[in-house]
């Protein structure tokens, strides 16, 4: 599980910095807007990492994961519906979620049934991204393929959000490559890593800055602000 504080702190030399900069940035504007009283369900939580900007008193807030996460307050299996009432949860929170989901059909459904009229569904998943099981790895999506599917489960987008142009994310993928083996290595392998990353992203910046996003280009990450009907 990767830690919480390098998903919404990361430094400049780690190889998903812009990813995560912009992701933590968006997801904190988006918070200013969930009304207060709010019943927030984090749906395959992980390590809660964006639980400090959504869970403010008086807000519910819920963590629903599989298998045996410790702080999870909702325990499922895979392919199992959530022990919640219809219409029970003012916000859903889908951070890097739908792409592990192998029963796309079912989580969907269940985010449209227990979400109140005109509830919140917040959701990012991957575009150009490497393979990475946890404990699978199903899909990715375009921009336009992210949007049709949400509309076909009563959702109205709201605000939708690439991350990272096509030639920033052709970078991304690689340092994402190099993490993949050099993360986990000795001293030498993760300070290689830090040098390549910190290269990485100054080339990054630069190819965001001359060939930014568009609304239907490839990205490293959507993020959907979207609404129940």
């Excluded at 919404?8 to 912009?22: A, C, E, T």
């Excluded at 993360?183 to 930014?212: H, T, Y």
């Amino acid at each position: 599980m990767v830690n919480k504080s390098k998903r919404i702190n990361p430094p400049f030399w780690q190889h998903d910095f812009f990813v995560l900069k912009r992701l933590y940035g968006l997801l904190k504007i988006i918070a200013n807007y969930i009304p207060p009283n709010s019943i927030i369900i984090d749906y395959g939580c992980g390590n809660a990492p964006y639980e400090n900007l959504f869970n403010i008193r008086p807000n519910r807030y819920l963590k629903v994961d599989i298998g045996k996460n410790k702080i999870a307050d909702i325990h499922i299996k895979e392919d199992m519906p959530l022990p919640l009432k219809n219409n029970f949860a003012d916000v859903i929170l889908s951070t890097q979620v739908l792409e592990h989901v192998n029963n796309v059909d079912l989580y969907l459904r269940e985010c449209q049934r227990i979400l109140k009229k005109k509830g919140s569904l917040i959701l990012s998943t991957h575009g150009l991204w490497p393979f990475h099981p946890s404990p699978g790895d199903f899909q990715r999506f375009t921009a336009p393929g992210l949007k049709l599917l949400i509309k076909k489960y009563d959702f109205r987008t709201l605000k939708f959000f690439p991350i990272l142009g096509p030639f920033a994310s052709v970078t991304e993928y690689t340092l994402l490559l190099l993490a993949n083996r050099l993360a986990g290595k000795n001293i030498l392998g993760r300070l290689i890593l830090a040098v390549f990353s910190l290269v990485g992203n100054l080339i990054i910046f630069i190819e965001d800055k001359f060939w930014p996003v568009s609304k239907n280009s490839d990205a490293s990450l959507y993020l959907i602000w979207a609404e129940k009907k």
